[in-house]
């Protein structure tokens, strides 16, 4: 069956601290991937999608980065967190055409 | 750039009353229409698609809504609220020969008082 798995669950990081939160996909192969981020009063806001093996896009102007470096993995890195960075990230994906998305349990990020 | 708005952000509402939160994108192809929902600390699920057919889509716990296309909406519609809806709900699009990453609203949260 097809599974996606997103950790840590939660995180408290410092101002200035590096991120790195990891998505992997179970039971598919060359899924679309993508890295949502929710905060307070904004929705769902979708920071990067992945077609492929280091074909990477991106949404939003930001401090955070995304590489895939396998075809079922994708990260989330920055190498200095701000205080807007904190949210709550959910990593999805999907199949090519977009006819169903499936998401992570999300991680919640909080910087101090 | 593709968008969807959801004007309702907050609504408040009695158990038993109807329910209808508005849903507008901006996309001249071809869609896929979606309403996710999220539990108080539970996880996005999704009540229901629509892909092509019908525009009169069904979906679980006695939602539904309707697409139509010369109005560019996807309004989610229940008639009778329970508390246990309680939630935040989400529309989003994607388009299947053009854009395929899902592009949600802004939210509307939804308080049933018992």
């Known amino acids: 069956s097809q599974t996606i798995h997103q950790w840590p669950a939660t995180l408290v990081q410092p101002v200035g601290s590096p991120l790195s939160l990891e998505c992997t996909v179970e039971?598919?192969?060359?899924?679309?991937l993508y890295w949502y981020r929710q905060a307070a009063g904004r929705g769902l806001q979708l920071l990067f999608y992945?077609?492929?093996?280091?074909?990477i896009s991106s949404e939003v102007p930001q401090n955070l980065s995304a590489s895939r470096p396998q075809d079922r993995q994708f990260i989330l890195s920055s190498k200095k967190l701000l205080l807007s960075d904190s949210g709550f990230y959910l990593c999805?994906?999907?199949?090519?055409?977009?006819?169903?998305?499936?998401f992570g349990s999300g991680t919640r990020l909080t910087v101090v | 750039a593709q968008s969807v708005s959801q004007h309702n952000h907050h609504v408040i509402l009695s158990e038993a009353a109807s329910l209808e939160l508005g849903c507008n994108y901006s996309y001249g192809g071809t869609v896929n229409l979606f309403w996710y929902v999220q539990y108080p600390g539970q996880h996005l699920q999704l009540l229901l698609k629509y892909f092509s057919g019908d525009p009169l889509v069904k979906g679980i716990k006695g939602f539904e809504a309707e697409f139509i296309k010369s109005k560019f909406s996807f309004n989610l519609r229940k008639p009778s609220v329970q508390w246990s809806d309680t939630a935040e709900y989400f529309c989003a699009v994607n388009a299947p020969l053009g854009f395929q990453k899902l592009v949600f609203g802004t939210g509307t949260r939804l308080l049933v008082s018992p």
């Open positions: 039971g598919t192969s060359n899924p679309n």
């Open positions: 992945s077609v492929g093996i280091g074909q």
């Open positions: 999805a994906w999907s199949v090519s055409g977009g006819n169903g998305y499936t």
